[in-house]
C-alpha cells in the first residue's frame, strides 16, 4: 500500500507538468511528511488551469496580460476581459492589510495581508458564477486563476512554508517570491533594496514547492530578481555573487571601488598586458585574485569590506548581467521567471529573453508593466506602448500585468466624481454615473441584482417550498424602475 502511494505520488511529481522543475528531494521524502487525509482545495484545480493557460500562451507566442485587483468590483467586472487575475502586495499594503494598518511596500504588514484578499477575491467569483449559473447563463468564466504576492516569504524558510500553505488554502493558483532581504526589503521601485544570496532565494523557491508538493497542489512558482537595480546584497556566502561585489582597489595609481573583475581588467591594463576574461569568469575572488598575482608585479590589495554598509551589506554592481545570472540559477525551481526593471525597455527584456532561453529554452518570462515608470518619457509612441505587451510576447513574457491598476483606476475615478460632485451636486452622479452605466450596459447599474439578490430569493424559496412573503426582489423593490 506505501509502495503504491508513493509510485502514485511520483508519477504526479513526474508528470509533464512538473518537466521543467528540479527537486532535491524525491516521493518518498514527500510522503513520508504529507498527511494522510487531503482537503481538496478550489487552487488544486485552478493552479492546472493556469498552468496550461499560461503554457498555451507561451507556446502561441501571446500572453495573459491583466492587473492588480483591489476588491471584488473590480474581480467581477473585469473577468469577461482577463484569463488570469494579480493581487499586489503593495496595493494590500497601501490599501487592505489584514491589520488594518496601511502604508509603503516595505513588507511589514501581517503575512496573511495577501492571502486574505485572494481568499476575498475567490469567495466572491465563487458566488458570481452560482449567480450566473442561476440564471442559466454560462457566458462569463468567473472561476479565474490568481496569482499573487509573496513577497519574500515573511521570513525564513518556515514561513515561506507556512504562507505557501496559506495562498493555496485561500485560494491562490500562483505565486511569486522576490530575492529581496526581509527586514530591508522595499517595493522593487523604491531605493536601497538589499538582496539575499542567490542561494537563499532558491531555497525559497524549493521551500514552496515542498509545501505545494506536500498537498499534491500544481502552484505556479514565479522567481523574481531584483538584481537590475538592487543596491546591497546581506552576505558573501554564496560563490555565484562574487563577481558582482564591490570592493576597493588600492594601488599606486590611487583607491577605485570596482567588482574582482573590473580590479583585475585595470591591474592588467595598468601593466600594459593582454587581458582574458574568461580564465576568470567562473573563479571565486581569492582564486581569481591568486592568478592576477600570478602575472601581475604591481603592487595592490583588493578588500570587499572597505565597502560595506553601516548595518553590514555588500556593496554590488547591480543590472542586466546580475539578473540573468540569478534569472539562470533560478530557472530549474521556477515555472517563471520575472526580472524586475526600472523602465519599460524592450531591448533589455530581449536581452533578458535571448540569454536565459539560450539555456533553457522551454522558460517562461513575466513582466511588470508597471505605473511606476512614466510611459511617456521612454521614447515610445503611442502605437509603440500598444504594441509593448504583444512585442514582448513573442519574447516568452506569457505573463504580463500592471502591477497597481486596480489602485490608479480607483483613485481617477472617485477623485473625478468627487470634483464633479461639489460643483453639479446629483447631476454629477446622474450623468457621469449612472447614465454611463445604462448607455456601456454595466451591470452594477443594477446593484441590488449584481450583489445577488435573485440567488438568495432562490434559496428562500427553495427552502419555504415557494411560501416565503419576504423575497428581496418582489414589490417594492426600487430596482424595478430600471426596467
Same mark, same amino acid.
Given at each position: 500500500?506505501?509502495?503504491?502511494?508513493?509510485?502514485?505520488?511520483?508519477? *504526479?511529481?513526474?508528470?509533464?507538468?512538473?518537466?521543467?522543475?528540479?527537486?532535491? /528531494?524525491?516521493?518518498?521524502?514527500?510522503?513520508?511528511?504529507?498527511?494522510?487525509?487531503?482537503?481538496?482545495?478550489?487552487?488544486?484545480?485552478?493552479?492546472?488551469?493556469?498552468?496550461?493557460?499560461?503554457?498555451?500562451?507561451?507556446?502561441?507566442?501571446? $500572453?495573459?496580460?491583466?492587473?492588480?485587483?483591489?476588491?471584488?468590483?473590480? #474581480?467581477?467586472?473585469?473577468?469577461?476581459?482577463?484569463?488570469?487575475?494579480?493581487?499586489?502586495?503593495?496595493?494590500?499594503?497601501?490599501?487592505?492589510?489584514?491589520?488594518?494598518?496601511?502604508?509603503?511596500?516595505?513588507?511589514?504588514?501581517?503575512?496573511?495581508?495577501?492571502?486574505?484578499?485572494?481568499?476575498?477575491?475567490?469567495?466572491?467569483?465563487?458566488?458570481?458564477?452560482?449567480?450566473?449559473?442561476? !440564471?442559466?447563463?454560462?457566458?462569463?468564466?468567473?472561476?479565474?486563476?490568481?496569482?499573487?504576492?509573496?513577497?519574500?516569504?515573511?521570513?525564513?524558510?518556515?514561513?515561506?512554508?507556512?504562507?505557501?500553505?496559506?495562498?493555496?488554502?485561500?485560494?491562490?493558483?500562483?505565486?511569486?517570491?522576490?530575492?529581496?532581504?526581509?527586514?530591508?526589503?522595499?517595493?522593487?521601485?523604491?531605493?536601497?533594496?538589499?538582496?539575499?544570496?542567490?542561494?537563499?532565494?532558491?531555497?525559497?523557491?524549493?521551500?514552496?514547492?515542498?509545501?505545494?508538493? !506536500?498537498?499534491?497542489?500544481?502552484?505556479?512558482?514565479? #522567481?523574481?530578481?531584483?538584481?537590475?537595480?538592487?543596491?546591497?546584497?546581506?552576505?558573501?556566502?554564496?560563490?555565484?555573487?562574487?563577481?558582482?561585489?564591490?570592493?576597493? !582597489?588600492?594601488?599606486?595609481?590611487?583607491?577605485?571601488?570596482?567588482?574582482?573583475?573590473?580590479?583585475?581588467?585595470?591591474?592588467?591594463?595598468?601593466?600594459?598586458?593582454?587581458?582574458?576574461?574568461?580564465?576568470?569568469?567562473?573563479?571565486?575572488?581569492?582564486?581569481?585574485?591568486?592568478?592576477?598575482?600570478?602575472?601581475?608585479?604591481?603592487?595592490?590589495?583588493?578588500? *570587499?569590506?572597505?565597502?560595506?554598509? $553601516?548595518?553590514?551589506?555588500?556593496?554590488?554592481?547591480?543590472?542586466?548581467?546580475?539578473?540573468?545570472?540569478?534569472? !539562470?540559477?533560478?530557472?530549474?525551481?521556477?515555472?517563471?521567471? *520575472?526580472? %524586475?526593471?526600472?523602465?519599460?525597455? /524592450?531591448?533589455?527584456?530581449?536581452?533578458?529573453?535571448? $540569454?536565459?532561453?539560450?539555456?533553457?529554452?522551454?522558460?517562461?518570462?513575466?513582466?511588470?508593466?508597471?505605473?511606476?515608470?512614466? *510611459?511617456?518619457?521612454?521614447?515610445?509612441?503611442?502605437?509603440?506602448?500598444?504594441?509593448?505587451?504583444?512585442?514582448? $510576447?513573442?519574447?516568452?513574457?506569457?505573463?504580463?500585468?500592471?502591477?497597481?491598476?486596480?489602485?490608479?483606476?480607483?483613485?481617477?475615478?472617485?477623485?473625478?466624481?468627487?470634483?464633479?460632485?461639489?460643483?453639479?451636486?446629483?447631476? #454629477?452622479?446622474?450623468?457621469?454615473?449612472?447614465?454611463? %452605466?445604462?448607455?456601456?450596459?454595466?451591470?452594477?447599474?443594477?446593484?441590488?441584482?449584481?450583489?445577488?439578490?435573485?440567488?438568495?430569493?432562490?434559496?428562500?424559496?427553495?427552502?419555504?417550498?415557494?411560501?416565503?412573503?419576504?423575497? #428581496?426582489?418582489?414589490?417594492?423593490?426600487?430596482?424595478?424602475?430600471?426596467?
Amino acid at each position: 500500500m506505501i509502495k503504491k502511494s508513493v509510485d502514485e505520488l511520483k508519477k *504526479w511529481m513526474y508528470s509533464k507538468r512538473f518537466q521543467n522543475i528540479k527537486r532535491p /528531494y524525491d516521493s518518498k521524502i514527500i510522503y513520508k511528511a504529507q498527511p494522510d487525509l487531503q482537503t481538496n482545495y478550489i487552487s488544486n484545480k485552478l493552479a492546472g488551469k493556469l498552468y496550461q493557460c499560461l503554457n498555451q500562451h507561451h507556446k502561441n507566442k501571446t $500572453a495573459s496580460y491583466t492587473f492588480g485587483i483591489l476588491d471584488p468590483i473590480q #474581480a467581477v467586472q473585469t473577468s469577461p476581459y482577463v484569463d488570469t487575475f494579480y493581487v499586489s502586495g503593495w496595493q494590500c499594503a497601501s490599501t487592505a492589510t489584514s491589520s488594518n494598518e496601511v502604508g509603503p511596500d516595505f513588507s511589514d504588514y501581517p503575512y496573511d495581508t495577501v492571502p486574505r484578499k485572494v481568499q476575498q477575491l475567490s469567495k466572491a467569483l465563487e458566488f458570481h458564477q452560482c449567480k450566473q449559473k442561476l !440564471l442559466n447563463d454560462q457566458s462569463v468564466d468567473y472561476y479565474k486563476p490568481i496569482i499573487a504576492d509573496a513577497d519574500t516569504g515573511h521570513g525564513g524558510i518556515t514561513s515561506v512554508l507556512k504562507i505557501t500553505k496559506m495562498f493555496i488554502e485561500m485560494g491562490t493558483s500562483g505565486i511569486h517570491l522576490e530575492d529581496q532581504k526581509h527586514g530591508s526589503k522595499r517595493c522593487g521601485h523604491l531605493g536601497g533594496k538589499v538582496l539575499v544570496s542567490t542561494q537563499e532565494h532558491i531555497d525559497r523557491l524549493v521551500a514552496a514547492r515542498f509545501q505545494a508538493d !506536500l498537498m499534491l497542489n500544481p502552484l505556479v512558482v514565479i #522567481a523574481r530578481t531584483d538584481a537590475e537595480s538592487a543596491k546591497y546584497l546581506d552576505n558573501n556566502i554564496d560563490k555565484k555573487d562574487h563577481r558582482f561585489i564591490i570592493g576597493e !582597489l588600492k594601488t599606486e595609481y590611487g583607491i577605485e571601488r570596482c567588482t574582482f573583475l573590473e580590479a583585475i581588467e585595470k591591474l592588467y591594463k595598468y601593466e600594459n598586458k593582454p587581458f582574458n576574461l574568461t580564465l576568470y569568469l567562473n573563479c571565486t575572488k581569492d582564486e581569481a585574485l591568486i592568478r592576477a598575482r600570478e602575472h601581475i608585479e604591481l603592487p595592490f590589495t583588493y578588500d *570587499w569590506e572597505k565597502c560595506r554598509t $553601516a548595518e553590514g551589506f555588500y556593496l554590488v554592481k547591480s543590472g542586466l548581467e546580475y539578473s540573468i545570472n540569478r534569472g !539562470l540559477a533560478y530557472a530549474n525551481y521556477a515555472d517563471l521567471l *520575472w526580472m %524586475e526593471t526600472s523602465t519599460p525597455n /524592450y531591448e533589455q527584456a530581449k536581452q533578458f529573453s535571448i $540569454a536565459i532561453k539560450s539555456k533553457y529554452p522551454n522558460m517562461m518570462l513575466a513582466y511588470n508593466l508597471s505605473p511606476s515608470f512614466n *510611459w511617456d518619457s521612454n521614447g515610445m509612441s503611442n502605437p509603440q506602448i500598444k504594441e509593448f505587451i504583444h512585442e514582448l $510576447a513573442k519574447l516568452g513574457y506569457c505573463w504580463q500585468f500592471i502591477t497597481l491598476a486596480g489602485f490608479h483606476v480607483n483613485g481617477l475615478a472617485t477623485t473625478n466624481f468627487a470634483r464633479n460632485y461639489q460643483t453639479d451636486g446629483m447631476l #454629477a452622479y446622474v450623468n457621469n454615473i449612472q447614465r454611463q %452605466e445604462k448607455i456601456q450596459k454595466v451591470e452594477v447599474l443594477k446593484h441590488q441584482q449584481w450583489s445577488g439578490i435573485d440567488l438568495m430569493d432562490y434559496y428562500l424559496s427553495i427552502i419555504t417550498n415557494n411560501k416565503s412573503s419576504t423575497l #428581496a426582489s418582489s414589490e417594492g423593490c426600487t430596482e424595478t424602475q430600471f426596467k
